[in-house]
Structures are given as structure tokens and as C-alpha cells.
């Protein structure tokens, strides 16, 4: 699998990569990435391209991506041209934002919420690998609440 | 145990796995997290040693090469500009040689992304006759680093690995061994016709470098063969990995063989013209400089004939159009690639060095030379008061150098020099004496964060911990500066533009009357680090007065705080990124900036 993760300093993309990183350490699978950042220290973009079960470098090219998950609207356009044909954008709604934030306390917590979408969109991993790590993490309880109301 | 490390994690957990237990260097991007990791990985494991920063690069080395002469196994660690800084030492310590084992870590930046250069520090193995590793991925880098060590006890010379931004900064699944502890025994064998070699004892040491290095190109030199097509493609590091994956992708295996080199030097050409026979056609794809290629000496495509781009980095896109320009894949139907947003890289929201360009700036308008250096403080070029970086260090031999061509042209020009602390401590200091000494009046500006904030916020000589976190002696920059003869010293916070402004007026009339440089320091701490943003002074609010700003942009374009945003018709701060500093008022003709105590 081809993934590509796009959002700003900060955001938590960097852990929400780690997290998909150890899923499929856990189940026995290669994975690597290849971390893109701007000089700009404080909201700039940062750009994790990953291959699971692939490859042997962890560069993903544009239209290459089965799954693109934006977490700053900014990058719509860009984040679009990393996917194939058949390639799923998973992003969330300025409301849905809203809403975790507000339920959660941080923003932060969206990005448990993404990756309980990106379980749905994919066929690697099923709700348990994520839970396995999830679990491990700071802040499981929220994280895992979180991750819940992504998969719905 | 299997773990998901980057290239330079990956590199310190196989030094340490080795044996290494002493790390010095300097940070440098994409250097920088090799020594951290190193450090995180003895507390975890209880690993003892010595892993800390040195003021520069030259000093790292010399400090690794005593302790490898003390039998200790160690590893020097910098970006390729920072093997320039340590070259005197580290052409002699090839040379001399090696007891402990010592590994010469550098990450070249091709690119470049954030380096002055795209030199390949392959050619400085070359150079120094040191055996030079080139891990292709993460995984090689962790084998390369125990390798590396092992091949240096072995045959008592330094291992280089050479490393480059994308395998510095990939994560990949490591399965890695096991970390233990054990006694450091140091031992120094006295032997001045080695360690203290006159002139005369020198070509002996040479002649053994040569020795050790024709045995290691006999037992050590190995390629390694993918694929099985006609057509022969060379090549080593990160270019591998790409070639590998765009072989596979695309179906491409009857038509290339692939030969992966693993140590570009010494090169055993016989080796290497014994398989190439074999082949029709001969490709070179390295990333850097053609040092595989010049070592070939047989005819080839590569950088030399134009195949091969001669700069820039050898991204997996350019290496497909070198592909297709050889017709070995399709073209592809052209295919825009599109590009992110452009966001001008800038100081962050807050930070003092803003408010130190902006108060230089305001007393010394467009009049001044403003010689400017390597960390955050570069992006005082959006406020226009940076005009030239060259090194580390430079700004301060740039403004004594621009100080004497004018004054020998009896042109009075006032010269600026800004610097940070941590850059001053690595190479301003010197050029500081020599300005003192041969009377150069110029203003230098100490740029005071205490930290190296642009790599990730290492610590400074200035604090009172160094890496490991263990107690450190600050030392202070207003004692070396006044040591040095400096009579005009001024201090103030970063964030207070009056005192700034004031001693500048007063630095401006001393370099007008005297014949010495004038030193400032504005200090303030980066507002980056957790700590240094917990203690910032801030307002309840800083906003902007809407009946009052008349949307000229004065503040966006003389202060340039990337919280500050234009809407249309008047500026606006934006909110989630400002972090109500308030420095931002002075910049307002208008007084429309206002802030809520
Ligand atoms: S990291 Fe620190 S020094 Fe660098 S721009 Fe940000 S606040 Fe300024
Ligand atoms: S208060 Fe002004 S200078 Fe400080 S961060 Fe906000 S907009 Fe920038």
C-alpha cells in the first residue's frame, strides 16, 4: 500500500505515521517512509509518504497513492495529486473539526479520529491492529474514543 | 526486536551496538538527530559513554581522534560543510590512523535543502584515502554503522559513512540487536613516530595508509547484482533504493542488470571491469559527484557525458527521465506535477530576533552592508537587513573584510554583522580578534536565543546542561567578547526595541569616532522550545484596531510576522498562530496595533 500523509508542523502527522508504522511492525509487515518538511518551523507543511508491504525506498510520486489523508484543507489541490485511479482522499470537514476539538480538548485527537476512517478505506489492517496500538500510546482512553467515532 | 527508526536513529543505534562510546560533532541539518538518538538510546539501555556537542566541528574531531587513540571506539558526527570545518584534523587522523575504531559520519544535503553546498563527501573519503560506506535505506544504515566500526578496528583506519537527506530522514522497519553495557578501558601506547610524526616520519605513515587501503580494496570491495537485463546500471545509496522500486514497478527486470556498490571507495576497479565486461552498454547513476564514475575509467554514460543531471538531487522522477531519455522505459504522457502552496519560510511568530532585525533596520535604514549568518537569523533577509551568508562564522570576517575595502576607499559605510550565539562560539570568535587587533570599526550583533534553534534546539556552551542533560559550565559571551579587548559592549532583551535602538544610535557614533568594532548583544530565548514560550512575556490580546489600520501593510512589510495578514483591506492577526508578543505595535505608524494587558 501506497500512503501519503499531508498536514502543518505540529499537527501530530509525524505520530499518526509512527502509529500505521508500528500497525504493521505488529503484524509482521515492511514499512518505511520518507518525512518532507519546509524550513518554515511553525506551520509548514509536512509530508509523510509511506509503503506497506512494499518497496524498498519510502518515496510515493504523485498519482502513485491508494490513500491520501489530508489533515489541512491548504494542500486539497496537492494532496489530490498523489492519488491513482482508484486512489481514496480521507479528510475531515471543518465541522467534524470543530467537534472533536470541542469534545476532545485538542485537536490533536483528530488524528485517532482519521485513522478510524482510514481502517474502513483499506484492507491491510482491520480495528484491532489499531486498537493494539493505540492502547500503548499517551492518552489511550481519549485516542481510542476518538478512534471509535472515526470508524462510526 | 524490530523498530521503526530513521536513517541517523538507525546509524547511533548501530554505532552503540558496536561498541561506540564516545560521539562528538555539531549540528547541521540532516545531521543533527544521530547524536540525540545516541544519547536517548544509552539512558534507555543504561549504555555508559561520552555523547555530547562540541563548539565546532574541527574540535569534535581532534576530541574523537584522541579518544579512538585512547582505544575507545568513537564516532564524529556532521553535515558535509561541517567536514570542511574539521578537514585540518581529519586528513592528518587519516594519516595517523586510528586504535579504538573511529566512524566519520556525514550527511550530505543534495538539493540542496538546507545547505550553502551539494558537495559529496564521497570525494572527501577519496581525498583523505578513508574507506567510504553508502547505506542505501535505513536498514543499511544501521548495518553500515556496526560495519563501519568493524572494518576501522580491523585495519586501523576511519570509516566514513556517507549518508544524504533522504536516508538521514526515511523511517524504515529495523530488526535490531541488543544493547549492553560494558567497561570502558582506556590505554594510550606511547609512540611519537606515529602520534607525534615529524615531517620526516610522515611519508612512512603515508605509505602504511596506502598499504591498508590497497587491502581493503583487495578484501573488502563487493558488488552486489540485481535483476538480469542486458543493459548495466552501477549504482549506490539512495539512488538504489529508487532504481529498485522503479524496476519493479514498472516490469523492468529483463531489461537491466543492477550493481549496487556499497563502498564507492576504494573502488576495486578490476572487480568491477571483470562483471561490466559482460554487458553492452554501462550506465552510472550515484547521487553527488561522479566518484564511482571517475574511478571506473572505462567508458560509461553518467555525469561526465550529460546522462546524468551534474547538480541537483537524483530524485526517483529525475532518475525515470533519465530512463526514458535512454529509452529503456516509455515517456510518459507529460504530466505537470503540481506543487504545494508556496509559504515564504520565515522567522517565526514571535520570535526576538524579529524585533533585533527591525530595530537595526529602523536605525540603520538602507545605508549599511548587513553581513549576515548560518541558523534562524539567515531569515533576517525578509526584513532586508541580512545581505550576504557565506559560512559559519562569516559575518563577522564579511564585516571586517567590507570595513577595510571601504575604508581604503576612504568611503565612510557603516557594516553590520548579525550572529548567533551558538555560531559565534563555532567560528565568530576568531575573526572578533582580528578585528579588535587590526582596528576595524564595524558594529557586531550577538543574536542571543540560547540555543542552536534552527536544527532542533540543541544546547549551547552558554547553558548549564549540555546533551546528555548531565551539568555543564555556561560560558558566558560578555566575558569572551570583553576578553577579547572589545571596549563598546552593550546588552539588551531582544524584545525591548528601546534599548535596542538606543545602543545601536550609540554603536553607530562609536564606529564613526573609533577604531574598533562595537559589539551588541540582543538576547532573548527562543520562543520554539516548550520552556522558552512557557516563560515569554505575552498580553491577554494583541489585536488589530479596525477603524484605525489603513491597510498600508507597513507592519507585513517592515516586520513581516507571519501572523500578521492582510485581508483585503485592513491587516488582521491570526489568532491560532500569534502568540500575542506585542512586538508587533512598534511597527505600526498608526498606532493601530493594540494590545489588552
Ligand atoms: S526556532 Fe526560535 S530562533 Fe528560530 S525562528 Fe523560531 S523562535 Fe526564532
Ligand atoms: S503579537 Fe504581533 S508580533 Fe507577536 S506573534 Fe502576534 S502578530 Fe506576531
Same mark, same amino acid.
Given at each position: 500500500?501506497?500512503?501519503?500523509?499531508?498536514?502543518?508542523?505540529?499537527?501530530?502527522?509525524?505520530?499518526?505515521?509512527?502509529?500505521?508504522?508500528?500497525?504493521?511492525?505488529?503484524?509482521?509487515?515492511?514499512?518505511?517512509?520518507?518525512?518532507?518538511?519546509?524550513?518554515?518551523?511553525?506551520?509548514?507543511?509536512?509530508?509523510?509518504?509511506?509503503?506497506?508491504?512494499?518497496?524498498?525506498?519510502?518515496?510515493?510520486?504523485?498519482?502513485?497513492?491508494?490513500?491520501?489523508?489530508?489533515?489541512?484543507?491548504?494542500?486539497?489541490?496537492?494532496?489530490?495529486?498523489?492519488?491513482?485511479?482508484?486512489?481514496?482522499?480521507?479528510?475531515?470537514?471543518?465541522?467534524?473539526?470543530?467537534?472533536?476539538?470541542?469534545?476532545?480538548?485538542?485537536?490533536?485527537?483528530?488524528?485517532?479520529?482519521?485513522?478510524?476512517?482510514?481502517?474502513?478505506?483499506?484492507?491491510?489492517?482491520?480495528?484491532?491492529?489499531?486498537?493494539?496500538?493505540?492502547?500503548?500510546?499517551?492518552?489511550?482512553?481519549?485516542?481510542?474514543?476518538?478512534?471509535?467515532?472515526?470508524?462510526? | 526486536?524490530?523498530?521503526?527508526?530513521?536513517?541517523?536513529?538507525?546509524?547511533?543505534?548501530?554505532?552503540?551496538?558496536?561498541?561506540?562510546?564516545?560521539?562528538?560533532?555539531?549540528?547541521?541539518?540532516?545531521?543533527?538527530?544521530?547524536?540525540?538518538?545516541?544519547?536517548?538510546?544509552?539512558?534507555?539501555?543504561?549504555?555508559?559513554?561520552?555523547?555530547?556537542?562540541?563548539?565546532?566541528?574541527?574540535?569534535?574531531?581532534?576530541?574523537?581522534?584522541?579518544?579512538?587513540?585512547?582505544?575507545?571506539?568513537?564516532?564524529?558526527?556532521?553535515?558535509?560543510?561541517?567536514?570542511?570545518?574539521?578537514?585540518?584534523?581529519?586528513?592528518?587522523?587519516?594519516?595517523?590512523?586510528?586504535?579504538g575504531g573511529l566512524v566519520v559520519v556525514v550527511a550530505d544535503d543534495p538539493g540542496p535543502h538546507s545547505s550553502q553546498t551539494e558537495q559529496d563527501s564521497r570525494f572527501m573519503a577519496y581525498f583523505a584515502k578513508i574507506p567510504v560506506l553508502e547505506p542505501s535505506t535505513p536498514k543499511e544504515a544501521y548495518l553500515f554503522a556496526k560495519k563501519a566500526l568493524n572494518l576501522s578496528r580491523q585495519y586501523k583506519i576511519p570509516v566514513m559513512i556517507r549518508t544524504t537527506t533522504r536516508v538521514s530522514h526515511s523511517k524504515e522497519d529495523i530488526e535490531v540487536g541488543r544493547l549492553s553495557n560494558y567497561t570502558i578501558k582506556a590505554q594510550f601506547n606511547k609512540n611519537t613516530d606515529r602520534y607525534a610524526a615529524t615531517p620526516h616520519f610522515r611519508y612512512l605513515l603515508h605509505k602504511q595508509l596506502n598499504e591498508k587501503i590497497e587491502k581493503i580494496k583487495n578484501n573488502e570491495f563487493e558488488i552486489k547484482t540485481y535483476f538480469s537485463g542486458k543493459k548495466l546500471i552501477i549504482t549506490s545509496g539512495i539512488s538504489?533504493?529508487?532504481?529498485?522500486?522503479?524496476?519493479?514497478?514498472?516490469?523492468?527486470?529483463?531489461?537491466?542488470?543492477?550493481?549496487?556498490?556499497?563502498?564507492?571507495?576504494?573502488?576495486?576497479?578490476?572487480?568491477?571491469?571483470?562483471?561490466?565486461?559482460?554487458?553492452?552498454?554501462?550506465?552510472?547513476?550515484?547521487?553527488?559527484?561522479?566518484?564511482?564514475?571517475?574511478?571506473?575509467?572505462?567508458?560509461?554514460?553518467?555525469?561526465?557525458?550529460?546522462?546524468?543531471?551534474?547538480?541537483?538531487?537524483?530524485?526517483?522522477?529525475?532518475?525515470?527521465?533519465?530512463?526514458?531519455?535512454?529509452?529503456?522505459?516509455?515517456?510518459?504522457?507529460?504530466?505537470?506535477?503540481?506543487?504545494?502552496?508556496?509559504?515564504?519560510?520565515?522567522?517565526?511568530?514571535?520570535?526576538?530576533?524579529?524585533?533585533?532585525?527591525?530595530?537595526?533596520?529602523?536605525?540603520?535604514?538602507?545605508?549599511?552592508?548587513?553581513?549576515?549568518?548560518?541558523?534562524?537569523?539567515?531569515?533576517?533577509?525578509?526584513?532586508?537587513?541580512?545581505?550576504?551568508?557565506?559560512?559559519?562564522?562569516?559575518?563577522?570576517?564579511?564585516?571586517?573584510?567590507?570595513?577595510?575595502?571601504?575604508?581604503?576607499?576612504?568611503?565612510?559605510?557603516?557594516?553590520?554583522?548579525?550572529?548567533?550565539?551558538?555560531?559565534?562560539?563555532?567560528?565568530?570568535?576568531?575573526?572578533?580578534?582580528?578585528?579588535?587587533?587590526?582596528?576595524?570599526?564595524?558594529?557586531?550583533?550577538?543574536?542571543?536565543?540560547?540555543?542552536?534553534?534552527?536544527?532542533?534546539?540543541?544546547?549551547?556552551?552558554?547553558?548549564?546542561?549540555?546533551?546528555?542533560?548531565?551539568?555543564?559550565?555556561?560560558?558566558?559571551?560578555?566575558?569572551?567578547?570583553?576578553?577579547?579587548?572589545?571596549?563598546?559592549?552593550?546588552?539588551?532583551?531582544?524584545?525591548?526595541?528601546?534599548?535596542? !535602538?538606543?545602543?545601536?544610535?550609540?554603536? /553607530?557614533?562609536? #564606529? =564613526? +569616532?573609533?577604531?574598533? *568594532?562595537?559589539?551588541?548583544?540582543?538576547?532573548?530565548?527562543?520562543?520554539?522550545?516548550?520552556?522558552?514560550?512557557?516563560?515569554?512575556?505575552?498580553?491577554?490580546?494583541?489585536?488589530?484596531? !479596525?477603524?484605525?489600520?489603513?491597510?498600508? /501593510?507597513?507592519? #507585513? =512589510? +517592515?516586520?513581516?510576522? *507571519?501572523?500578521?495578514?492582510?485581508?483585503?483591506?485592513?491587516?488582521?492577526?491570526?489568532?491560532?498562530?500569534?502568540?500575542?508578543?506585542?512586538?508587533?505595535?512598534?511597527?505600526?505608524?498608526?498606532?493601530?496595533?493594540?494590545?489588552?494587558?
Open positions: 500500500m501506497k500512503l501519503v500523509i499531508i498536514g502543518v508542523g505540529g499537527m501530530g502527522a509525524i505520530s499518526l505515521s509512527k502509529t500505521i508504522a508500528q500497525m504493521a511492525i505488529n503484524k509482521n509487515l515492511s514499512v518505511k517512509s520518507s518525512e518532507i518538511h519546509g524550513i518554515a518551523k511553525k506551520g509548514g507543511l509536512v509530508e509523510v509518504q509511506m509503503k506497506i508491504d512494499e518497496g524498498l525506498s519510502g518515496v510515493v510520486l504523485q498519482k502513485e497513492a491508494d490513500i491520501v489523508i489530508l489533515l489541512e484543507d491548504l494542500y486539497f489541490q496537492y494532496a489530490k495529486a498523489f492519488l491513482n485511479k482508484n486512489g481514496i482522499l480521507i479528510t475531515l470537514t471543518k465541522e467534524e473539526k470543530e467537534s472533536i476539538k470541542k469534545e476532545f480538548g485538542d485537536i490533536k485527537f483528530a488524528n485517532s479520529f482519521i485513522l478510524g476512517r482510514f481502517i474502513k478505506k483499506q484492507s491491510i489492517f482491520d480495528k484491532l491492529d489499531a486498537v493494539e496500538v493505540l492502547k500503548n500510546i499517551k492518552f489511550s482512553e481519549k485516542n481510542l474514543k476518538a478512534f471509535e467515532r472515526g470508524i462510526g | 526486536m524490530k523498530l521503526f527508526l530513521s536513517g541517523n536513529e538507525a546509524i547511533a543505534f548501530g554505532l552503540l551496538e558496536a561498541g561506540v562510546r564516545f560521539i562528538s560533532g555539531y549540528p547541521g541539518t540532516p545531521s543533527s538527530e544521530v547524536l540525540p538518538a545516541a544519547v536517548k538510546l544509552a539512558k534507555q539501555f543504561k549504555i555508559d559513554g561520552y555523547f555530547n556537542w562540541a563548539v565546532n566541528e574541527k574540535v569534535a574531531f581532534e576530541e574523537t581522534t584522541a579518544a579512538s587513540i585512547a582505544n575507545i571506539p568513537v564516532a564524529f558526527v556532521a553535515k558535509q560543510v561541517g567536514l570542511n570545518v574539521a578537514m585540518d584534523p581529519y586528513m592528518n587522523t587519516a594519516l595517523v590512523g586510528s586504535d538504489f533504493a529508487y532504481l529498485y522500486d522503479i524496476i519493479t514497478e514498472y516490469k523492468l527486470t529483463d531489461k537491466l542488470t543492477i550493481a549496487k556498490i556499497d563502498m564507492p571507495y576504494p573502488l576495486n576497479e578490476e572487480t568491477l571491469h571483470r562483471l561490466t565486461d559482460k554487458f553492452e552498454e554501462v550506465i552510472i547513476i550515484e547521487e553527488g559527484y561522479p566518484v564511482i564514475e571517475l574511478q571506473f575509467r572505462k567508458e560509461c554514460k553518467g555525469r561526465e557525458d550529460g546522462t546524468v543531471p551534474k547538480e541537483g538531487e537524483l530524485t526517483i522522477d529525475v532518475i525515470k527521465s533519465i530512463l526514458q531519455k535512454l529509452s529503456i522505459m516509455p515517456e510518459e504522457k507529460s504530466s505537470k506535477l503540481i506543487k504545494p502552496p508556496f509559504k515564504r519560510p520565515s522567522l517565526c511568530p514571535g520570535c526576538g530576533h524579529r524585533t533585533a532585525f527591525y530595530a537595526i533596520k529602523q536605525v540603520f535604514k538602507d545605508d549599511a552592508i548587513y553581513t549576515g549568518d548560518i541558523g534562524c537569523y539567515t531569515l533576517g533577509l525578509n526584513l532586508k537587513a541580512v545581505d550576504t551568508v557565506h559560512c559559519m562564522g562569516a559575518s563577522v570576517s564579511f564585516g571586517f573584510g567590507f570595513q577595510k575595502a571601504f575604508g581604503l576607499s576612504n568611503i565612510k559605510k557603516p557594516v553590520v554583522a548579525t550572529i548567533g550565539d551558538s555560531t559565534f562560539f563555532h567560528s565568530g570568535i576568531t575573526p572578533l580578534i582580528d578585528a579588535v587587533h587590526n582596528n576595524s570599526p564595524f558594529i557586531v550583533v550577538i543574536l542571543d536565543n540560547s540555543t542552536v534553534a534552527m536544527t532542533g534546539n540543541q544546547p549551547t556552551p552558554t547553558n548549564t546542561y549540555n546533551e546528555d542533560g548531565s551539568k555543564a559550565t555556561p560560558v558566558l559571551i560578555e566575558n569572551i567578547v570583553k576578553a577579547i579587548g572589545v571596549d563598546f559592549l552593550k546588552i539588551c532583551d531582544a524584545y525591548d526595541f528601546d534599548c535596542m !535602538e538606543k545602543a545601536l544610535l550609540e554603536a /553607530k557614533d562609536y #564606529i =564613526e +569616532n573609533y577604531s574598533s *568594532p562595537a559589539v551588541l548583544i540582543f538576547r532573548h530565548p527562543c520562543i520554539y522550545t516548550t520552556e522558552g514560550l512557557k516563560n515569554n512575556p505575552r498580553f491577554k490580546r494583541v489585536f488589530v484596531d !479596525e477603524q484605525l489600520c489603513k491597510g498600508c /501593510k507597513i507592519c #507585513i =512589510e +517592515n516586520f513581516e510576522c *507571519p501572523s500578521l495578514i492582510f485581508n483585503g483591506s485592513v491587516v488582521e492577526i491570526d489568532t491560532t498562530t500569534c502568540i500575542n508578543c506585542g512586538q508587533c505595535v512598534v511597527s505600526c505608524p498608526f498606532d493601530a496595533i493594540k494590545v489588552e494587558k
